[in-house]
């Protein structure tokens, strides 16, 4: 096994490890992923599924599946509803929402997928001045 890499919710009750290697790291901007992160897309790390060990507040993980989907899932901490890792449906496969980790898995994305359906103010913000902070 590699290297173990923290992660955690937002409001810290839930604490896991999750190690790589990490097999795929897609960026996908499916109106799923979009809805289901509020953001334009979502940054997700794949690995096997027996490589999370979690480190707290597992009895807090809550899982949603879209009946309509045949491949979508996502699970949250039931205390401030960040993103968590989960098995895929097949079970072949831990997603690791890459926002959660602690560090820097110092890996990069490999692809950007369901681009056709990525959200159009997207690529304009990419060029939208950037602050380290808040503007005043």
Known sequence: MDEAYPGSC??????????G???AFHLCHCSRCRKATATAFASNLFTRPENIRWIAG???VRRFELPTARRFARAFCSVCG???P????????????AGTLD???DVIPDDRIFWRDRAAWHEA???AP???EYPR
């Open 82 to 84: 960040s993103g968590l």
């Open 103 to 105: 560090v820097d898995p």
């Open 58 to 60: 597992k009895e807090l």
């Open 125 to 127: 913000g990419t060029c």
């Open 10 to 19: 937002l409001c810290g009750a839930v604490k896991f490890e999750v190690a």
């Open 21 to 23: 290697p990490f097999e």
């Open 86 to 97: 989960y098995v895929n449906r097949p079970g072949t496969s831990l997603v690791v929402p």
């Open 130 to 132: 950037a602050y380290d």
